[in-house]
């Protein structure tokens, strides 16, 4: 049994939706802080509780827990600044509890939702996992506590991990049954679908005048399904004796903020009309991902190459679902 740390989440659900495809039992803790019940397939073992909970873990790793995928936690940048103490609770004394319990029922092997934010500012584009680590918020720093726990742990209780440090997550499942549902939203294509959804008036650019060709910054936008795909591969390679590795998920392209919502323009067939707003404190200019290392290691190839691609699935949903989960 594959437990899933936050299966009712954007990517857990997705994960969650590709382990069951494959045929591979799964069980979901999820407090339902962030994470919506309706997103849960009805196939998987499912416990409404937190990872913080000593006895909830018991209670679901009771069920034959093998494999762990963790995505339990809290990871918005701004509100991390705001809230620095709840990211530490929640994320690093989080990923305390699940290790402990991993220890205590003997479970070896845990795949972990890193980001990019663990670099702060890069020193250079595209970055590579030895690129210095120095995050520029909370939730960074967060992420990157949790993969040295995972590091000293290996070493005292053996427990090997990959952590994939993703670039920014977007899309949803091709049938339009799965997708992207925050609240508050704060990500840039879901808050840009909304201008045709006619549930937003315009999308607000943080900045125009950062040292880019269109001076709006620049990221790396991978689809949730090779991302999901990605984790999948990475587990196949723990229980294959693959060693622990950090690996960066990216497309190795970046798209600027004017280039996304011109795109958006392209798929939707509507103008969206924009605003130039100030810079949002704590973006860095541009973030690409060089993921040869998760290719290599993994054999990792994204299904989805072209970021009108991943926009399409992301319309889709949200064309099905204008208010999300609660339209369903
Ligand atoms: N943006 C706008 N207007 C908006 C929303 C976003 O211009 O209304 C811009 C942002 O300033 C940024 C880009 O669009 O330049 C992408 O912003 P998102 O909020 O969609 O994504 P981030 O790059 O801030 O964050 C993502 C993940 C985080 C992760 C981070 C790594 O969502 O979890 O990448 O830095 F930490």
């Avoid at 497309?251 to 605003?275: M, P, Y």
Wanted: glycine share 10%.
């Amino acid at each position: 049994m594959i437990l899933v740390c936050g299966g009712a989440g954007y990517i857990g659900s997705h994960m969650v939706h590709e382990l069951l495809r494959q045929g591979l039992p799964t069980a979901v803790l999820d407090n339902l802080q962030s994470g919506h019940k309706e997103a849960v397939h009805p196939k998987a073992v499912f416990l409404e509780g937190d990872v913080r909970d000593e006895s909830a873990l018991d209670q679901i790793m009771a069920h034959g827990v093998t494999d762990v995928i963790h995505f339990a936690a809290n990871s918005l940048v701004g509100e991390s600044v705001e809230k620095p103490l709840q990211y530490y609770n929640n994320n690093v004394h989080g990923m305390e509890v699940l290790l402990k319990a991993m220890v205590k029922h003997g479970v070896g092997r845990i795949v972990f939702s890193s980001t990019a934010a663990v670099y702060g500012e890069p020193s250079r584009v595209p970055i590579v996992e030895d690129d210095p680590a120095a995050p520029t918020n909370p939730y960074g720093e967060t992420k990157l506590a949790m993969e040295k726990m995972m590091k000293w742990v290996e070493g005292a209780h053996g427990i090997r991990y990959v952590s994939l440090r993703y670039f920014n997550v977007a899309g949803a499942l091709a049938d339009g049954s799965l997708g992207e549902d925050h609240s508050p939203e704060t990500h840039l294509i879901p808050l840009v679908l909304k201008v045709p959804l006619g549930l937003r008036e315009q999308i607000g650019i943080f900045g125009d005048d950062y040292d880019t060709p269109d001076g709006t910054c620049i990221r790396d936008y991978v689809h949730v399904s090779d991302l999901a795909q990605a984790h999948l591969l990475a587990l196949e390679y723990l229980r294959g004796g693959g060693a622990s590795s950090i690996l960066n998920l990216g497309s190795a392209k970046g798209f600027s903020v004017k280039a996304i919502i011109d795109a958006a323009e392209k798929v939707t067939g509507q103008t969206i009309k924009r605003e130039i707003k100030p810079r949002r404190a704590g973006d860095p200019a541009r973030l690409v991902a060089d993921s040869a290392r998760a290719k290599k290691i993994l054999g990792w190839k994204p299904a989805y190459e072209n970021v009108e691609e991943i926009i399409a699935t992301a319309w889709n949903w949200h064309r099905l679902h204008p208010e999300g989960w609660a339209d369903r």
